[in-house]
């Protein structure tokens, strides 16, 4: 305020920076301005007729279709919990036939440990013959064992 009690600019004329006329204090806005405050903005005469807006039926016509869902190739409709095939070799199973074989001759508990968590791994990979080979990895190292307690026990005997 001026040293007068007047603002510095009259009231009916845009403060600096932009904005539409401000009407005096204590009258209301320019009610027939388009865009005025809680009015719908006026169209243009030459502009295209307003849509129905979001939610409300349109006047004519069927109603728009959502797009059908067409599943892909991947495991879309299989229950929860359903293992998906594996797509490479079963290189864990084999690995673990390979070790089980090892572990009925050599050092059972290191070679049948190593076969077991292979199977073990090679079930969770969902690899076909990953069962049979938990077993067979399973039954040589208990063989390895036994005969590895029976060999021990002939050594200990005989004196060497």
Known sequence: MSSSGQPPYPPSEPPAGGGGPVP???????????????????APPHAQPQQQPYGQPQAYGQPPQAPQYQPGPGAY???????????????????????????????????GGGAIACAAVAMRRNEK?????????????VVGLVLG????????????
């Open 24 to 42: 005096p204090y204590g009258q209301a806005p320019d009610q027939s301005a388009p865009g005025a405050y809680g009015q719908p903005p006026q």
């Open 77 to 111: 409709g299989q229950p929860y919990g359903q293992p998906q095939a594996p797509s490479g070799p079963p290189t864990l199973s084999i690995i673990a036939f390979v070790l089980s074989a090892i572990a009925i001759l050599f050092v059972p508990i290191l070679f």
């Open 129 to 141: 013959p990953a069962k049979i080979a938990l077993i067979v990895a399973i039954a040589c190292t």
């Open 149 to 160: 307690f029976i060999v021990g026990a002939q050594m200990a005997q005989s004196g060497l």
